[in-house]
């Protein structure tokens, strides 16, 4: 099978399971328990004001033309009114996407390399103090729960040792000077990026370590060795190379994850992004809101698998082949 | 008949004295003025999590620490050399509804019996270290309408078996569960619905607590934590036998009509309780329908005497408006009874703080930080509904009547005064009318005049809309007249002292509200001001004017120039 056919038919499974995401998505919250309205608990809020309320949100349309106006407004890119913002919600998520983009690079850059430097140094010294560390920590930091250790750095470097800003992107109000107002903005990424750094380069130093001990062993490695290639480009050109395939899956793989994953960083950071609103739109039943921004988290999951799939495809022939079965 | 007891006023005055707080019952009235505002500016950064909003406050990155509710809060804020407390009643009723549609607990006295084991006492020490105010009226203490000499259910195992068993519950001694007189077989076993430990543990405690009590006296009760949207799905549909709920209640005691009449017992109705009583329903609609003070307080008053007997809930305790202040940064706030000192409601905090200097004098002008818990996601008046967007638009905006913040009394505010009187809607039916005299010289903040218009241009504008948040309030307007610049007359459908606080909106400015018609999707903050450079489109009478929004970050507000109370 080429190239092509392999990448045509990866785009036709995407979109199918594209499609089915966004049927979920539709129905699970339309099957959850409550309904908007009734998170209105206000004694001056009659039950015709409810009525109302539930006409003008298109509640009390048949589900069948609910789904049907929900599909076509998707394929516009529309995603509705926010029930509890009355604020187009793609109007919204563009406003915090830009601080989650922001978030999720910084994070994902600083974590992948710190944590795969970290693994290939510790796969060429197997049993040192690094090795030691990197599995030491990696094995802890990856076992405590996010939300803690983030807490932890909230209290150390906000209250006791109080160096760092401990909420949103930038000073109330910004400095003056666009240089200034980089530097401010920069300053703000620290205690989140760095708590997700923490938490994240376990895995990557780990799964980074593993995949370098079992290649460093191969043959050709001891040929390299052999022929007197130095340490360094044995370790970089040869064995690195050649378990970038799984590493190259594994960094579009953990993309989506990153995206979940800053519900909490923002939450806790009072960070301005996609995963605090998605969030508070699950909390406050606002379909619309929640829909809008799983289907962000869709895309981003579809498209980042697609991605690897290609990637995969591309560094390594032998899985295009295969997937073309055995003709 | 139970005996009438006074409140367990011990656990009262044990708060009181364990805060040590100003504006605490008893304590100094304070001192307020009807001018200003003394500060030039507020930034209000926005910080949604709990743990970064005390270290902003201990930072001094926030004037303010408001509305404390954890104990471990509490004291932590009261152990801060620098900070103020201020603790005011409040409007809030924690209580246990009776599903009284279906048996056992359509009988009174199981009902009273389970309002006889109810340890108020034992809840708030354990649960809230003391931090919350025992609750047995069905009108909150605060409130002008609050009736003192109503019977009450003190906590008594013995006087709960006694109820039961002249009531002929008897105990059975093998089973110790009580037999229902009426089939002879062992009562049914009855749920207190409350929400899951993870979702509000005291919650989840307390339903426990009180399920303990009742199985001692022979009650078969028992806790049912669940999921919240589960709960009220539950309650709506009337499948429960009792749950735990808070109630965030209003000076006026209107809502005893909306919770306990038989008309309320209708889906999305709030007569959960399924009472229905037709001497209660007479006496409420003598308090919905009540043509002046006098006749709301008399139903009002008998309201609350046939609940106390009926007991469709058992108000447990009430939560207490407790807010921290940083001494060294800030004076002048008003502990305001119901609404706390830093409460959106609270108009004489906003014109009354103002920052101090290294020595603790009052200083005029600069800028202070007070912040936000949450975001302010939509400033359009008409859309905004949550109290976060309140504490911002609150500050824009000024009121027809203010509410004096130690007697609650209306006082003019934008209407120097008001007239109430009767019109006749329809030949042979009586309708209430309320005459605005709107007081001259007040200017929108872009300086244009506010006037009567303006007034007249909101109801007619919100009423063709059928703009929900206002819906209760226009439903029953039938006209508007203007009678001249600064007179406005509002003619109601039907007779009501209440109708007067329906008029009392938050005002839309004809001259920028006039060209919009997708009142929903309108954002006036966002678009600018079509005369003002730097302005935007969202004007309003109050203390200070919006100058910036950064969404997520902060609000940025300023002093009105063209504040009609500014001092001169």
Not at chain 1, 272 to 288: F, I, N, S
Not at chain 2, 334 to 358: C, E, Q
């Amino acid at each position: 099978m080429g190239f092509r056919s392999y990448v045509i038919k990866r785009l036709v499974y995407a979109l199918i399971v594209l499609y089915v995401i966004l049927t979920l998505n539709f129905v699970l919250f339309r099957v959850m328990p409550g309904d908007p309205t009734k998170m209105i608990i206000d004694p001056n809020f009659t039950p015709e004001a409810k009525a109302e309320l539930r006409r003008q949100y298109g509640l009390d349309d048949p589900p069948l033309k609910q789904y049907f106006t929900y599909m076509g407004n998707l394929l516009k890119f529309d995603m509705g009114l926010s029930f509890s913002t009355r604020r187009p919600v793609w109007s919204e998520l563009k406003e915090r996407l830009p601080n989650t983009i922001k978030l999720f690079l910084c994070t994902f850059i600083l974590t992948s390399l710190t944590g795969m430097r970290l693994g290939v140094k510790a796969a060429a010294n197997p049993g040192s103090f690094t090795d030691r560390v990197v599995i030491t920590a990696g094995l802890f930091t990856n076992a405590v729960p996010t939300f803690f250790i983030q807490l932890l750095m909230l209290l150390l470097f906000g209250y006791y040792w109080p160096i760092l800003p401990i909420h949103g992107t930038m000073s109330a109000p910004p400095p003056a000077g666009a240089w200034n107002v980089f530097l401010d903005r920069l300053w703000h990424l620290v205690l989140p990026v760095t708590s997700n750094m923490i938490v994240g380069f376990g895995s990557w130093a780990l799964y980074a370590r593993n995949t370098m001990t079992e290649a460093l062993g191969q043959d050709y490695i001891v040929t390299a060795r052999a022929k007197g290639i130095s340490e360094k480009d044995v370790l970089y050109h040869h064995a690195l190379r050649s378990v970038l395939p799984p590493i190259v899956t594994l960094l579009f793989m953990s993309l989506p994850g990153m995206v979940s994953g800053a519900v909490i960083t923002e939450s806790i950071f009072s960070w301005h992004g996609v995963g605090r609103y998605l969030l508070d739109a699950t909390l406050q039943m606002d379909y619309p809101a929640a829909q809008g921004a799983f289907y962000l988290i869709a895309l981003a999951v579809v498209i980042s698998n697609l991605l690897a799939d290609i990637a995969y495809g591309l560094v390594d022939p032998r899985i295009r082949v295969g997937a073309g079965g055995a003709k | 008949m139970p005996k009438k007891v006074r409140l367990p006023i011990a656990v009262v005055l044990a708060l009181v004295l364990a805060l040590g707080i100003a504006g605490a019952p008893g304590a100094a009235k304070m001192a307020f003025e009807t001018t200003g505002p003394h500060v030039d500016e507020i930034i209000m950064p926005i910080i949604k999590e709990q743990q970064a909003r005390r270290i902003a406050y201990e930072r001094g990155e926030s004037v303010v620490w408001s509305g404390l509710t954890q104990p471990e809060d509490i004291d932590r804020a009261k152990a801060m050399p620098n900070s103020d407390m201020t603790m005011t009643l409040g409007f809030h009723m924690f209580y246990l509804c009776f599903n009284m549609r279906k048996e056992p607990l359509a009988s009174q006295p199981i009902r009273q019996a389970i309002a006889h084991c109810v340890d108020r006492d034992n809840i708030i020490r354990t649960l809230f270290k003391g931090y919350m105010l025992p609750m047995t009226s069905f009108v909150p203490q605060v409130s002008p309408f609050y009736k003192a000499d109503v019977p009450v259910y003190p906590f008594s195992y013995a006087k709960a078996a006694e109820v039961l068993d002249k009531a002929g519950y008897k105990l059975d001694p093998v089973t110790k569960v009580r037999i229902d007189p009426k089939t002879g077989k062992p009562l049914a076993q009855m749920k207190i619905f409350t929400p899951t430990y993870e979702v509000a543990a005291t919650s989840a405690e307390l339903g426990k607590m009180i399920a303990d009590s009742c199985q001692k006296v022979g009650l078969p009760v028992v806790p049912e934590p669940m999921d919240f949207p589960v709960m009220l799905d539950k309650i709506d549909i009337r499948d429960f036998d009792m749950y735990v709920l808070a109630w965030s209640l209003s000076r006026n005691p209107d809502f005893l009509y909306d919770f306990f009449h038989s008309s309320q017992d209708v889906e999305a109705g709030y007569n959960n309780p399924g009472m229905r009583n037709p001497e209660y329903d007479k006496q409420s609609e003598l308090l919905r329908y009540a043509s002046n003070l006098k006749e709301a307080k008399a139903a009002s008053d008998a309201c609350q005497m046939i609940l106390a007997r009926e007991m469709p809930y058992v108000p447990l305790y009430s939560r207490p408006y407790i807010d921290a202040f940083r001494k060294d940064l800030v004076t002048g706030y008003v502990p305001m009874k119901g609404f706390g000192a830093a409460s959106y409601n609270n108009l004489w905090t906003t014109l009354n703080i103002r920052r101090v200097d290294r020595s603790g004098r009052p200083i005029e002008g600069g800028t202070i930080r007070w912040a936000l818990s949450e975001e302010p996601k939509n400033l359009n008046p008409c859309v905004a509904s949550s109290a976060y967007e309140q504490e911002v638009l609150s500050r824009l905006n000024d009121s027809l009547m203010a509410m004096h913040p130690d007697t609650l009394d209306d006082m003019p505010w934008m209407a120097r005064k008001w007239d109430v009187g009767v019109w006749e809607p329809e030949a042979g039916k009586k309708g209430t009318t309320v005459t605005w005299y709107i007081e001259k010289g007040i200017k929108w903040s872009d300086g244009m005049p506010f006037t009567a218009e303006d007034v007249e241009f909101t109801i007619n504008y919100l009423k063709a809309n059928k703009v929900p948040r206002y819906l209760p309030a226009t439903q029953d307007i039938a006209k508007v007249e203007l009678i001249d610049k600064y007179t406005v007359k509002v003619y109601f459908k039907n007779v009501s002292y209440w109708h007067i606080y329906s008029a009392d909106l938050s005002f839309l400015p004809k001259h920028i509200w006039k060209d919009v018609k997708d009142w929903k999707g309108f954002e006036p903050w966002k678009e600018p001001h079509p005369k003002i450079k730097g302005y935007s489109k969202l004007v309003g009478t109050g203390p200070f004017i919006l100058k910036e929004y950064v969404p997520g970050e902060y609000v940025r507000l300023v002093k009105n120039p063209n504040y009609w109370r500014l001092k001169k």
